[in-house]
């Protein structure tokens, strides 16, 4: 087996575990498996000598597990968005290297400082940068798995949405 292939196959399983967290309402579950998800992506992004995308994986998987132990903290926010910046400073050999490390910051401020509609809108930003990435460096699974987030978070804003109107009536 050619290691284009191995990597198109991990990233294909990778797909299946994010796509199987967004299914998953338990929070904590979510994050878990989240962290498998991402650990695989950056091994199929590695193999697939997008080395931009793989360092910014491995980064989202320790920022998810730190999520679950400092969520909303200040300095663990500023903490990472201080290795992104770095990232982005010293990691980037081609121009579209930055989209993984710009979505990788966007995200992170996401995740830690909005909530509702507006972290929602912000996930449109992060996941159009990674389907960007997915589709210059030929990720079948990033691919997958961004069209997945993107339909189910248009769903979610819509309903968000939906939400308000009824509340404000």
Request: proline fraction near 2%.
């Amino acid at each position: 087996m050619t290691s284009d292939i191995l990597a198109q196959i991990l990233g294909l399983i990778a797909s299946a575990l994010v796509i199987c967290a967004f299914l998953n309402k338990n929070d904590r579950s979510f994050k878990i498996i989240i962290m498998f998800g991402t650990s695989l992506f950056a091994l199929h992004f590695f193999l697939l000598g997008a080395y931009a995308g793989a360092v910014v994986a491995v980064l989202n998987t320790i920022r998810t597990f730190f999520s679950m132990k400092f969520h909303n903290s200040n300095r663990v926010l500023f903490g990472f968005l201080t290795v992104y910046l770095g990232l982005a400073l010293f990691l980037p050999e081609k121009p579209y290297d930055l989209l993984p490390i710009v979505s990788g910051a966007c995200s992170t401020f996401a995740l830690y400082k909005l909530s509702g509609i507006k972290l929602r809108l912000c996930t449109f930003g992060v996941e159009f940068m990674w389907l960007t990435y997915s589709i210059i460096i030929k990720s079948i699974g990033g691919l997958i798995t961004n069209i997945f987030v993107l339909s189910a978070n248009a769903s979610t804003v819509y309903r968000l949405t939906q939400d308000r109107k009824k509340t404000n009536i």
